[in-house]
């Protein structure tokens, strides 16, 4: 079973470059999530999507772009990175959108 | 704005001691409220309550919701070092789901 897979799990890049994030469901999951996690700040979303080709902001979209262009996957891009974007970024999903979410195990980015 | 807030932010306590962690929130369209405990990794979940007054329960956690005063509790009885973690509290608003800074547990044998 494989839920909810992210890659890369480990990225380091240098500032002003971009990357894209991946994250892929095979439970036929309506909503996914994107979040990232900082020291004593909890989880903290960044984009979301209610279904295919749907996003939205959530609570620290800037300098994030996101798409779902098929149903499994939501990808998360970094146009130019910055050093406060160093972070464990969080993929999730759920079938409803009002039930527990699914967990990616996580991807460690560090900007220099 | 939705906001999340849990207390104690840490806490240390040794084995055999009870705990319980406090989460209030506002938000505009609640739908239920979720806690998670998170280790290493990805966070797993723990409990999802939507109804005021209803225990949920599972072996030595436990927790309640208040849907009048906007606040939830989680309990751990007679802890172990096993329960050391972060535990996290979230609180659904239409699609979203809100998380609090979290409570950062550590358990001494």
């Known amino acids: 079973n494989a839920g909810v897979t992210q890659t890369p799990k480990f990225r380091v890049l240098k500032t002003g470059q971009s990357m894209t994030l991946l994250c892929a469901q095979d439970m036929n999951h309506e909503y996914m999530y994107w979040y990232r996690q900082d020291p004593g700040m909890g989880l903290r979303l960044i984009h979301y999507?209610?279904?295919?080709?749907?996003?939205a902001k959530g609570e620290v979209p800037d300098g994030y772009n996101v798409s779902r262009l098929k149903k499994q996957n939501f990808l998360l891009g970094l146009e130019s990175a910055a050093p406060s974007q160093t972070s464990v970024y969080f993929c999730?999903?759920?079938?409803?959108?009002?039930?527990?979410?699914?967990f990616g195990s996580g991807t460690q980015l560090s900007v220099l | 704005e939705d906001k999340v807030v849990q207390s104690p932010l840490s806490l240390v306590v040794h084995e055999g001691d009870t705990v319980t962690l406090n989460c209030s929130y506002e938000v505009t369209n609640f739908r239920s409220l979720l806690w998670y405990k998170q280790e290493k990794k990805a966070p797993t979940f723990l409990f999802m309550l939507?109804?005021?007054?209803i225990e949920k329960k599972s072996g030595r956690l436990s927790s309640i919701l208040d849907k009048k005063e906007l606040f939830s509790i989680l309990n751990i009885t007679a802890t172990q070092t096993g329960d050391s973690a972060v535990y996290l509290c979230a609180v659904q608003n239409t699609g979203k789901l809100i998380f609090g800074q979290g409570t950062t547990l550590q358990v001494k044998p």
């Open positions: 999507s209610v279904g295919e080709g749907t996003t």
């Open positions: 939507t109804s005021s007054g």
């Open positions: 999730a999903s759920s079938y409803r959108g009002d039930e527990k979410l699914f």
